[in-house]
């Protein structure tokens, strides 16, 4: 190991932010559960769990592979593993193809239907780095491919995708694209100079604020489509109108001008919001 470098595991986790595999992993057993109507089996839980994993560390590095030169000349992301040299193109390289043969392994232990499936995230994983250099819009890719987590836990178990399944993936969409939109607050300065598009370049900081409002009320209004079109219990509903309590809450921490909490909205609050979501569907599954 290279002096002064973190072990190289502790590196490919800094990479891909491991931590924030919270946000989608969550809803991924949300669609599991709610496909089943119940406790889907252990092979399942395991093999969508590895392929949740793949799929996110996949995105990530490819993420930090395509955005590199960006990442290079922006203040605050400068010190990432790649711009600063602790990664080389050709170790992230290895880890990306290490997270598809990961993914791949995982899809074809699933219904076989998603054998032939499995390319749309990916195709959406090498797309969405390039959107900011010519929409705004990138945000909603963003929301659209992490959205595939419940979509795609649903369809690896049944083999079937039901106007339901698409309700909770509308929903994570809409929930992420949200948040993404108050994370866009954090680079206007540099995104300007370097002519890439956000819905801050585009609306200004006033425009994101309502632009986060807008999708995360979306949020609530497709959960409580899938809510109505399923057979769920008290414990669901109450697992929504938490959602929106925790959404309304991150909503106060931060304004136009006052983004001294943007960490605690962007980060716990997103984190705290998906798993206590999941612990209130499971718990109605099973109970």
């Avoid at 891909?16 to 119940?38: M, N, R, S």
């Avoid at 795609?152 to 992420?176: D, H, K, N, Y």
């Avoid at 866009?184 to 370049?201: K, M, N």
């Avoid at 983004?259 to 979501?277: E, H, W």
């Amino acid at each position: 190991m290279t002096a002064g470098l973190a072990p190289l595991p502790a590196r490919y986790a800094r990479l891909v932010k491991i931590e924030h595999t919270v946000f989608a992993l969550p809803f991924a057993y949300v669609g599991a559960f709610l496909a089943v109507g119940g406790t889907p089996s252990g092979h399942d839980l395991l093999w969508i769990t590895l392929a949740m994993v793949g799929a996110r560390s996949l995105a990530m590095a490819l993420n930090r592979l395509i955005d590199a030169r960006i990442d290079a000349r922006n203040p605050r992301t400068a010190g990432r593993e790649l711009p600063s040299g602790q990664l080389s193109v050709a170790q992230v390289v290895v880890f990306s193809l290490a997270s598809l043969a990961l993914f791949l392994v995982a899809v074809w232990q699933l219904d076989p239907i998603v054998r032939w499936l499995w390319p749309i995230p990916v195709v959406g994983f090498v797309v969405y780095p390039y959107l900011k250099r010519f929409t705004w819009l990138c945000h909603f890719w963003l929301g659209a491919v992490d959205g595939l987590a419940p979509v795609g836990a649903w369809v690896a178990i049944t083999g079937r995708l039901p106007w339901q399944s698409w309700m909770l993936g509308a929903a994570v969409a809409f929930w992420v694209a949200g948040f993404d939109f108050f994370y866009a607050l954090f680079d206007e300065e540099i995104d300007r100079r370097e002519g890439l598009h956000s819905i801050v370049t585009r609306f200004g900081p006033k425009g994101a604020f309502v632009g986060a409002r807008l999708a995360h009320a979306a949020t609530i209004a497709f959960l409580v489509a899938a809510g109505l079109g399923l057979d769920v219990g008290a414990l669901y509903w109450i697992g929504v109108a938490v959602v929106a309590l925790l959404l309304a809450y991150e909503h106060s921490l931060v304004r136009p001008g006052d983004l001294r909490r943007l960490d605690a909205a962007f980060f716990t609050m997103n984190g705290v919001i998906s798993v206590v979501f999941a612990a209130f569907v499971i718990a109605d599954a099973v109970v």
